[in-house]
């Protein structure tokens, strides 16, 4: 037996109950959804699987329960990441360098239970690209701010990529001067995490000089 609880704000109490240091608020761009981290490091793992094209969905803090009737356990996963390819993965983000033990445990009995993964990850493992980061916290930016209008976008940029396999954002931002800048950069983020065109950051800020490759 599995069921999920979708994160909820649950008013002033419980956001200090659940972030005493306070709460990191975000929008999922994908979803369309509001979501909150107790810190920094937490939202940038949840960037990282986010952006990652081989993730389908990632729930953030979504409380499972597993068992047989009167064996019930509950076991809160800090990202619950579905893969396009159908597998699963258990997030767990070591925080001031402590585990959570016992949290620890649960979900690795959950991730056997359910024929999944678990994995610990740590702020040297979720830090180690910092350039990335930066380009991931531009992306998302923009795309909440273009929410809605990219479909055209879209379009456009993946007519231009049917004939051009490789590019870069600053030739795209040149050859189709009727879109902003940043409304380019939103379709250019929804395309990348959908699979269907391919941006090249890692080691470098997202800029005029990222590479685009058609997919």
């Not at 972030?19 to 608020?25: D, Q, V, W």
């Not at 991931?136 to 004939?163: C, N, P, W």
Request: hydrophobic fraction near 40%; proline fraction near 3%; include cysteine.
């Amino acid at each position: 037996m599995t069921a999920i609880v979708d994160h909820k704000w649950g008013g002033l109490a419980r956001r200090y109950e659940e972030f005493r240091r306070g709460t990191h608020r975000s929008i999922d761009p994908v979803e369309s959804t509001r979501i909150a981290f107790p810190t920094a490091l937490f939202y940038e793992n949840w960037l990282l699987r986010r952006f990652d094209p081989a993730v389908d969905k990632v729930f953030v803090s979504s409380r499972i329960t597993f068992g047989p009737p009167g064996q019930v356990v509950a076991a809160t996963p800090d990202l619950d990441i579905h893969f396009v390819d159908g597998r699963r993965l258990f997030d767990q983000v070591v925080k001031d360098g402590a585990i959570d033990e016992v949290n620890a445990r649960r979900l690795r009995k959950l991730a056997a239970y359910l024929d999944c993964e678990h994995a610990m990850r740590t702020a040297s493992e979720i830090r180690r690209d910092p350039k990335l980061i930066h380009s991931l916290r531009h992306l998302r930016q923009a795309m909440v701010a273009y929410d809605g209008l990219a479909e055209e976008t879209m379009t456009a940029i993946a007519k231009f990529l049917r004939s051009h396999e490789e590019t870069t954002v600053g030739e795209l931002r040149a050859k189709l001067a009727d879109f902003e800048d940043e409304q380019i950069d939103a379709a250019l983020g929804h395309m990348h995490v959908s699979g269907t065109a391919h941006l090249q950051l890692n080691g470098i800020e997202y800029g005029r000089h990222v590479i685009v490759r058609s997919l």
